[in-house]
């Protein structure tokens, strides 16, 4: 087992980051530093560069790889930087993960087949091909791939000396079946991950929640507080009731943390939840996110922009 690998399985709190954009389309990095730095002052010990929440799949490869190289160099040392480099194409996840390590990545974040979907022998195969670059979280989200990874395919890869372990979102009763049996797992459900990790043994989480309110999140992950995951459960419901990322962008939008831009096909949540959005971030104290005001914004301060297409 290689000293990155072991390093990476004792992180409490990954954030699946947000990418911020110009009115020209393009990332916009002074924006990306700024939430970065308030991540590193709350506790926060990773990112994930270019996930789902960070629209790895609206970026394109040249944009992914200089964003996953600005981290490392911006943050390299104070952050652990994990690039998404997963695809549903074994060969682009391949060139995409080699790729990711040249650029300084500590570890990869990995994905089976979406789509496309494959057995339980090709997936184990799929992952083996971008697990030889080193360390790898391996990403399960049926409700995103369409196919589970069942406990069956993650032992044969277990010993895999680059395997960190799963960001698991079948829930804690999955969490608790294979943190029995000694694989690491993070939550990848934000309402479920308190208890994932003081009750079903996850190591931490991988979570969206933490680019708004990072310092309460770590505190969830570093000690037993029921009363304030229940303070955080209508946060959590706020910022998922539309498919993720339209939540938290919307959140860092109001925030002004991000310019209020999207790139289609994500658009802004309605009028009526964003005044309750300014609510709860007052009810749950401005002073735990990264600004000191909110706003719910009018419909036509939003912007839609396209994204850049080819390598």
Same mark, same amino acid.
């Given at each position: 087992m290689?000293?990155?690998?072991?390093?990476?399985?004792?992180a409490?709190?990954?954030?699946a980051?947000?990418?911020?954009?110009?009115p020209?389309?393009?990332?916009?990095?002074?924006?990306y530093?700024r939430?970065?730095?308030?991540?590193?002052a709350n506790g926060?010990e990773?990112?994930?560069?270019?996930?789902?929440?960070g629209?790895?799949?609206?970026?394109?490869?040249?944009?992914?790889?200089d964003l996953i190289g600005h981290?490392?160099?911006?943050?390299g040392g104070r952050?652990?930087?994990?690039?998404n480099t997963?695809?549903?194409?074994?060969?682009?996840m391949?060139?995409?993960?080699?790729?990711?390590f040249?650029?300084?990545?500590d570890?990869?974040l990995?994905?089976?087949?979406?789509?496309g979907?494959t057995?339980?022998?090709?997936?184990?195969?799929h992952?083996?091909h971008?697990?030889?670059?080193?360390?790898?979280?391996?990403?399960?989200?049926?409700?995103?791939?369409?196919?589970?990874?069942k406990?069956?395919v993650?032992?044969?890869?277990?010993d895999?000396p680059?395997?960190?372990?799963v960001?698991?979102?079948m829930?804690n009763?999955?969490?608790?079946?294979?943190s029995?049996?000694?694989?690491?797992?993070?939550s990848?459900n934000d309402?479920?991950m308190?208890?994932?990790?003081h009750?079903?043994?996850a190591?931490?989480?991988?979570s969206v929640?933490?680019?708004?309110?990072?310092?309460?999140?770590?505190r969830?992950?570093?000690?037993?507080d029921e009363a304030?995951d229940?303070?955080?459960q209508?946060?959590?419901k706020w910022l998922?009731t539309?498919p993720?990322p339209i939540?938290v962008?919307t959140? @860092?939008?109001?925030?002004?943390v991000?310019?209020?831009?999207?790139?289609l096909p994500?658009?802004?949540?309605?009028?009526?939840r964003r005044l309750?959005?300014?609510?709860?971030?007052k009810s749950?104290?401005?002073?735990n996110?990264?600004?000191?005001g909110?706003?719910?914004?009018?419909d036509?301060?939003?912007?839609?922009v @396209?994204g850049?297409?080819g390598h």
């Amino acid at each position: 087992m290689s000293e990155a690998t072991l390093t990476l399985r004792k992180a409490r709190l990954i954030t699946a980051v947000k990418t911020p954009y110009l009115p020209d389309g393009k990332i916009d990095l002074e924006a990306y530093d700024r939430l970065l730095e308030h991540q590193v002052a709350n506790g926060v010990e990773g990112v994930i560069v270019g996930g789902t929440t960070g629209e790895g799949h609206l970026l394109s490869w040249k944009e992914h790889l200089d964003l996953i190289g600005h981290t490392k160099a911006k943050f390299g040392g104070r952050l652990y930087i994990v690039g998404n480099t997963g695809s549903n194409h074994t060969a682009e996840m391949v060139w995409a993960t080699e790729k990711g390590f040249a650029v300084g990545m500590d570890a990869s974040l990995l994905i089976n087949p979406y789509y496309g979907k494959t057995s339980d022998s090709g997936i184990v195969m799929h992952l083996e091909h971008a697990l030889r670059f080193g360390p790898a979280f391996i990403y399960n989200v049926p409700g995103r791939t369409g196919q589970d990874i069942k406990p069956s395919v993650i032992m044969k890869i277990k010993d895999n000396p680059n395997f960190i372990g799963v960001k698991e979102c079948m829930g804690n009763e999955r969490i608790k079946e294979l943190s029995d049996v000694g694989i690491c797992c993070w939550s990848g459900n934000d309402d479920q991950m308190h208890q994932s990790r003081h009750k079903c043994g996850a190591v931490g989480v991988i979570s969206v929640t933490s680019n708004v309110v990072p310092g309460l999140v770590k505190r969830l992950m570093t000690q037993e507080d029921e009363a304030l995951d229940a303070k955080l459960q209508p946060l959590y419901k706020w910022l998922f009731t539309d498919p993720n990322p339209i939540g938290v962008n919307t959140m @860092l939008m109001m925030l002004g943390v991000a310019k209020p831009i999207f790139r289609l096909p994500y658009t802004f949540v309605p009028r009526d939840r964003r005044l309750e959005g300014v609510e709860l971030v007052k009810s749950l104290g401005r002073e735990n996110f990264p600004a000191s005001g909110t706003t719910a914004l009018e419909d036509a301060d939003f912007q839609h922009v @396209l994204g850049e297409m080819g390598h």
